[in-house]
């Protein structure tokens, strides 16, 4: 499992995490790109704790991802099964097992900032929080795509399905973008990764 962990990992951090996962019994699982999610904790039928990361994280978000998914099975542990999923008890666990690797041997020097201000109040997701998503982003192997915050207004874009998009205004957090095809409206978060068409 070791020698896995360091194709996704950095690492200082790989001895660490790997003693994690055996200590609390995690059945770990890499698996391709998922759009909706880069990580998920259940506890299956027979009881084992399986947690699936996305294989295509750079290894800071694959780091944070995953210590994510054991803290939401550390805190249902300590704090029982009633607990919101993204609630106080899982935010504190999450700050807690976080905490040690937050250090310049595992994160780049300008990332600690961003992820020291994370974590004073984890959101359920990095990639609501602007700054830590637009600032792990540009680990990220090349690709072609952009955040709808950065596209022009009015400039054409896809989504993963092959939807084609026009950007309009910003509504408080989100952007109001116009579905080409049938004229309708959705509400887009600002750092929702996208292709862009025609700027």
Known sequence: MSDILEKYLPSHAVS??????KE????????????????????MPD???????????NE??????LIHEI??????E???RTIKPHGN??????QQMMLPFIRPEIFPVQLLPIIASHFKNPKASSDTDAHLSVALKKFDPENDKNYIFELPAGGLFKIYNGKIFKKGQKLRKRYECLEVETGKVYLFQP????????G
């Open 16 to 21: 660490p995490v790997f003693e994690m996962v």
């Open 24 to 43: 609390h019994g995690v059945h770990l699982k890499i698996v391709n790109e998922r759009v909706t999610r880069h990580g998920d904790y259940r506890r």
């Open 47 to 57: 009881g084992i704790h399986q947690i699936t990361v996305n294989a295509n994280l």
């Open 60 to 65: 800071y978000r694959f780091l944070i991802t």
């Open 71 to 76: 803290s939401h099975l550390l805190a249902f």
């Open 78 to 80: 300590r704090f029982g």
């Open 89 to 94: 008890e899982w935010k504190f666990t999450f």
């Open 191 to 198: 750092n929702a990764q996208v292709e862009l068409l025609v």
